[in-house]
């Protein structure tokens, strides 16, 4: 990297005896500000610690001193050195007289932004996010300068106090070929981002520092208008734009959403939720924890619709090596937190993986992303050696041993002709809003001695869905005068269905866990689609159930998908599909 800070500029406009130890200071190049306040010692500051540069006081004359040789302070208190990147901002008392000033070191670093020059050549608007201090600005005026010079596109700067292009007329080199718009008043600074948009024709937009909700619209404003937008913001997590009403439109804005009482069901929570409100302004965000070490959200839509559902987004974190290589390390998401045996963290070593720069090869395949959860190995199943083995190849002998063992058909307890009631067997049911196909697929793959019949005359019993008896008097007032039985089930699935005819046929034993019959939820009962079930029982009842932790499986197409989520529903467990087509596949959350 190339650094440019002019610091002997900066240092003229200090009194001698403020000066001249910063001369000679072995940390000059570090020098981040100069600290001036009216009756106290003078501060020099560095990344490591602050140091006082003089036993004399400040007085009103050295002050004086410093005013008169600086540029006009402007409504937000700032002013800067003509042709320098530094800026001077001044402490008021109440009558508005200036009694102290912190003189900002500025620099001009060339090459700091190798670190995701990829993402700037995208086009993508670009949101930095950090605390004060940790190099946003310099970034900025960086990122400018690769746009307008090496990229050749047309850029045009909203410079509100002069602190991206420097202070005067001119601005500074550093910005290369990009254009400046300066600010009167920094209340204006929306306006002058709009007039940018309509007078210059701009291809890129540089805005530092938005802040107030007008800005944010104005962004809004120019990224729907095609323009590519670079800005900062002051926050150290995506998560505290979400918490900040006045930047949260930023990312799409949050409002509270009434689900229904299925999707509420579905997804396992309250009614009433937060949900994203529209598309993000920016669709790249950098969190700047450090100078060399930033967290890059590639997808902000998908992050925060992640963080809303109480979950950890998958986040890239890039950093520089001491060779200066460019280091990606990718860290996987984690399950809500209020889930038992969760450490909640999204930074454990197991999950991170790092690589030097590079494409991205897509990845392909059912596949090709995901991992089991496993459960620990047992004592009895380590080699001779006592080698342990790993908990993934553990879980894949369970697996095969599993698939190759022959089912053994298990002897009902109907097998008189008698049925619990003492009814003659078969069973004759009257279904009533229940879906045949359900019915027929369950009686023919458990041979259950089941007939459907569509008259409730010859019934046996009816079995009807509870949301249509309690609407239904006229089914009640039926089944009543006829004295036959009528049984509900909660919804028409397969699981329900089942363990409702077991139950008719007194099959089911409440003090024993139901056993799945995995030929009950596969369609065709090809073997992609045994495995996958397999896979789903094994993590059930190996993982989830016994040690209270949830479980990825391993990408599945959406019709197998389909039949894991009533696999899992049959043992009463909460599910959910995430990620992206190919790579889509379920998490199965303990009760």
């Given at each position: ?16 005896d ?24 003078p ?50 008392n ?61 850029v ?12 005067g ?9 990009a ?16 007039e ?33 937008l ?18 949260a ?124 959860v ?40 109907f ?9 003659d ?10 879906a ?36 239904q ?22 699981p ?10 007194d ?85």
């Amino acid at each position: 990297m190339q650094i440019t800070d002019d610091l002997n500029k900066l240092l003229d406009i200090v009194p001698d005896d403020i000066r001249q130890p910063l001369e000679q200071h072995p940390q000059r190049n570090n020098l981040i500000e100069i600290v001036m306040d009216l009756g106290r010692l003078p501060e020099a500051r560095f990344p490591s610690k602050a140091e006082h540069l003089s036993q004399k006081p400040i007085s009103k004359a050295d002050l004086n001193y410093c005013i008169e040789r600086v540029g006009h302070f402007g409504g937000d208190n700032r002013a800067g050195i003509e042709q320098t990147l530094h800026r001077i901002s001044a402490l008021r008392n109440r009558s508005g007289e200036i009694i102290g000033l912190t003189l900002r070191v500025g620099r001009a670093v060339f090459g700091t932004i190798k670190i995701i020059r990829d993402l700037v050549e995208t086009g993508q608007s670009i949101l930095m996010l950090g605390r004060p201090g940790v190099g946003k600005t310099t970034a900025l005026r960086e990122i400018a300068r690769v746009l307008a010079d090496d990229l050749e596109k047309r850029v045009v700067i909203i410079d509100t106090s002069n602190e991206i292009a420097g202070d005067g007329d001119i601005p500074h080199p550093a910005i290369g070929r990009a254009r400046r718009m300066q600010v009167s008043r920094p209340e204006l600074q929306h306006q002058v981002m709009i007039e940018a948009v309509e007078n210059h024709m701009p291809e890129v937009i540089v805005i530092d520092e938005i802040g107030t909700e007008l800005e944010a619209l104005a962004a809004r404003t120019i990224a729907e208008r095609g323009v590519q937008l670079v800005g900062t913001a002051h926050g150290n997590r995506i998560e505290n734009l979400m918490k900040n009403p006045t930047l949260a439109d930023l990312i799409g804005g949050i409002q509270a959403v009434t689900l229904g009482d299925d999707e509420a069901r579905r997804r396992g929570s309250q009614k009433t939720v937060l949900e994203r409100k529209a598309p993000p302004t920016f669709a790249i965000a950098i969190e700047m924890l450090e100078r060399q070490k930033w967290v890059v959200h590639e997808q902000v839509a998908e992050a925060i619709d992640t963080l809303l559902r109480g979950k950890q987004p998958n986040q890239q974190i890039r950093s520089i090596s001491e060779t200066g290589e460019v280091l990606i390390a990718h860290e996987a998401g984690t399950p809500p937190a209020r889930f038992p045996g969760n450490s909640g963290t999204a930074s454990s070593s197991s999950s991170a993986s790092v690589s030097a720069i590079r494409p991205v090869t897509p990845l392909s395949g059912w596949r090709s992303a995901g991992k089991m959860v496993p459960m620990p190995p047992p004592a009895d199943k380590f080699p001779a050696n006592n080698a342990p083995v790993s908990e993934t190849r553990y879980f894949e002998q369970l697996l095969e041993e599993s698939l190759s063992v022959e089912p053994v058909a298990k002897p009902g307890r109907f097998s008189q002709n008698v049925g619990p009631n003492g009814e003659d067997l078969p069973l004759h049911v009257y279904p009533y809003g229940i879906a045949r196909h359900h019915l027929e697929q369950v009686i023919s793959t458990l041979n259950l001695p089941v007939v459907l019949t569509k008259d409730i005359d010859t019934a046996d019993v009816v079995l009807a869905l509870r949301s249509n008896v309690r609407n239904q008097s006229k089914l009640r007032h039926l089944a009543k005068t006829r004295q036959v039985p009528l049984h509900t089930i909660k919804a028409s699935t397969l699981p329900h269905v089942a363990r409702a005819l077991r139950r008719l046929l007194d099959m089911e034993d409440p003090a024993t866990p139901e056993i799945a019959d995995l030929s009950l939820f596969a369609r065709s009962g090809s073997s992609d689609e045994l495995e996958a079930l397999e896979e789903t029982r094994l993590a059930v009842e190996q993982i989830v159930i016994p040690k209270g932790q949830p479980v990825e499986l391993l990408p599945r197409s959406p019709n197998v998908r389909k039949m894991q989520h009533e696999l899992v529903e049959h043992y009463h467990l909460k599910s959910d599909s995430f990620g992206e087509e190919p790579n889509r596949r379920l998490r199965i959350y303990p009760a």
